[in-house]
Structures are given as structure tokens and as C-alpha cells.
């Protein structure tokens, strides 16, 4: 005999296999996510480029935000879809921008359309299957 002994129970095993589980899917969502981003980066630019200069405001404002569980469900989007909300939804100079945005994309009774987020989005998907190809799989090389 070597003296060596060897207990394996399968208490903790079940709890494992889960938070092992829960690992994979946190994985999957960052490098879904990390393609998601790859990919809107041209449309983003061709947003700020297209958006409406008097102030400038607005194309500081256009950037990538996550959407949340609850604004999903608002959505339609199914719960644990990775998705991203694109446009000027960021505050500058202590104003959020989106509402000026929806008024420069669609206009109102008295200002005619402004549209830069339809034309960025069009411009920006050529290449765009490539490009989420290549941050999901610069962020799965980041993991490993």
C-alpha cells in the first residue's frame, strides 16, 4: 500500500456543474458583446460625422450603450439576448441628447428631418459580419 487515499463525494458537485455553467454563459455574452461593439464602431462614426453641427451637441452624444433586462423586455427582446442600443444617448453639458436626436431623425410639425443615424447605419454595414467575426474572436483569444 502507498498510504495514499483518495474520497471523492459528490457533495458540492451539483453547485459546481452550475456555477460552471453560469461561467460559460457570463463568457458568451462578453464576446457576443465584443463583437457587438466591433461591429457598431463605423456606424457610430459615420453618426458623428452625419450628425447636425450647430453645437456639435449631438455627435458627442452618439456612442453604444447595453440594454437592460428591463428595457429588453420593453423591447420585445428576449431575456439573455445580448443587445446594444446605438445613438446619442449620453448626456453633454448635463442634457441627455436623445430626445433632440429623434427630433433631428424624424422632425416635428414645424423642423423638417435631419436624418444621420439611418444613412450611419446604412453606411456602416458593409463589412459588418467581418467585424463581429473579429471582436468575437479577438475576445474569445483574450479568455484562453
Do not use: C
Not at 459546481?16 to 465584443?34: F, G, I
Not at 458627442?60 to 439576448?81: E, Q, Y
Amino acid at each position: 500500500m502507498s498510504g495514499f487515499e483518495l474520497n471523492v463525494s459528490h457533495q458540492g458537485v451539483d453547485q459546481m456543474l452550475r456555477e460552471l455553467a453560469q461561467l460559460e454563459r457570463r463568457l458568451q455574452t462578453r464576446a457576443v458583446r465584443a463583437g457587438l461593439v466591433e461591429f457598431v464602431q463605423p456606424i457610430k462614426k459615420a453618426a458623428q460625422q452625419l450628425a447636425p453641427k450647430d453645437s456639435g451637441d449631438l455627435a458627442r452624444a452618439v456612442n453604444h450603450r447595453n440594454l437592460s433586462p428591463r428595457v429588453k423586455r420593453r423591447l420585445g427582446i428576449a431575456a439573455g439576448t445580448v443587445a446594444l442600443l446605438v445613438g446619442p444617448n449620453r448626456k453633454v453639458k448635463g442634457r441627455w441628447q436623445t430626445q433632440k436626436g429623434i427630433w433631428q431623425e424624424h422632425g416635428t410639425k414645424r423642423m423638417q428631418a435631419n436624418p444621420f443615424m439611418g444613412p450611419a447605419l446604412e453606411r456602416g454595414q458593409a463589412g459588418g459580419e467581418q467585424r463581429f467575426y473579429k471582436g468575437l474572436s479577438e475576445s474569445l483569444e483574450r479568455i484562453r
